[in-house]
């Protein structure tokens, strides 16, 4: 017979010492993996983010639907401080999606955050995670996120969720549920799990404020993009003209023109390329422009994330 080793679980302390020091940063770091266990893809907006005399852990946002997202977590069990924190923080951040993470949550805590679910509009959403540290004899550590509390109607989302969409919504969403699918189990490209019912989809380039888009657009038109948005509009429009100057290089790379777009009279700018494409289009032509999609999402991560991190550490020392 196997011989199995022993799971043993290690203290939240010994792995981060400190929750601010340690522990933060840390999680600022993986937030892909706590998206994957969520279903979410992360960005991180900002850490420590002062919101009066107090400062939210973690401020995000989650790309696929641009909601906002604070994340309150803490090396013990839940307790009452923090959670009147995280409520000031999700009123006072306006977020959509509200995450509190801490070694075990107690029971009346549990019960609140359902009651919130079950009380609060559908559009907000309250998490509670369990973080956990593990190893099995001798070996390495490793740490699992484990859901205790999620929304009804996100679990039931992760089957099908088009409860309450209309009928071209709900093709949006299964148009894009597909092309999440096969971009993350064949391709790697994203941890993303779950579209939502609109013409786009917003993909982490691993770059904060650098998305890669695929999106039905007007008359007919679908595209891929670089869509830059650091947040600060003299930023977004200093490394789209650094791109731009390199203009002839990266089409020779690329292997077609792309359309430039500076859009001035927004805070953001974009890359793009374009082909005929509707949502409405049958079948047969839909798994065409997922194709297509897929293959310029892949090109344009390998052609534009080394360029865009070398120009941003000379812009942003």
Do not use: C
Request: proline residues 2%.
């Amino acid at each position: 017979m196997k011989q199995f080793g022993k799971l043993k679980r290690v203290a939240l302390r010994e792995a981060w010492t400190n929750e601010a020091q340690n522990f933060t940063p840390w999680l600022a770091s993986n937030l892909d993996a706590l998206g994957e266990a969520l279903g979410l893809e992360l960005e991180l907006t900002s850490r420590e983010a002062a919101f009066g005399d107090f400062s939210l852990d973690l401020l995000t946002k989650d790309l696929g639907s641009s909601r906002i997202v604070v994340i309150e977590n803490q090396l013990t069990q839940t307790d009452h401080d923090h959670l009147g924190k995280l409520l000031t923080y999700a009123a006072g951040f306006d977020a959509s999606i509200v995450i509190w993470i801490s070694e075990s949550v107690r029971e009346e805590h549990r019960q609140t955050l359902e009651w919130l679910n079950q009380r609060t509009d559908t559009e907000t959403l309250f998490f509670g995670v369990v973080i956990e540290v593990l190893k099995i004899d001798d070996s390495r550590p490793a740490y699992n996120f484990k859901i205790v509390v999620a929304p009804n109607q996100w679990r039931k989302a992760k089957k099908s969720a088009t409860a309450g969409l209309s009928p071209r919504e709900e093709r949006y969403k299964a148009y894009f549920q597909k092309l999440i699918d096969e971009l993350r189990e064949r391709h790697h490209f994203t941890r993303a799990r779950i579209a939502q019912g609109q013409g786009w989809y917003s993909f982490s380039s691993g770059i904060q404020g650098i998305g890669y888009n695929p999106v039905f657009a007007m008359r007919g038109k679908t595209r891929v993009e670089v869509y830059i948005d650091t947040g600060n509009q003299s930023e977004n429009k200093a490394l789209f003209d650094a791109l731009f100057v390199q203009k002839m290089e990266i089409s020779a790379k690329y292997g077609q023109e792309l359309t430039w777009e500076r859009l001035d009279e927004k805070r953001a700018s974009r890359i793009a390329i374009y082909r005929d494409g509707s949502i409405d289009a049958d079948e047969s032509e839909l798994e065409e422009i997922k194709q297509w999609h897929i293959e310029h999402l892949l090109q344009f991560k390998k052609i534009f994330n080394p360029i865009i991190k070398r120009e941003l550490k000379r812009l942003i020392p």
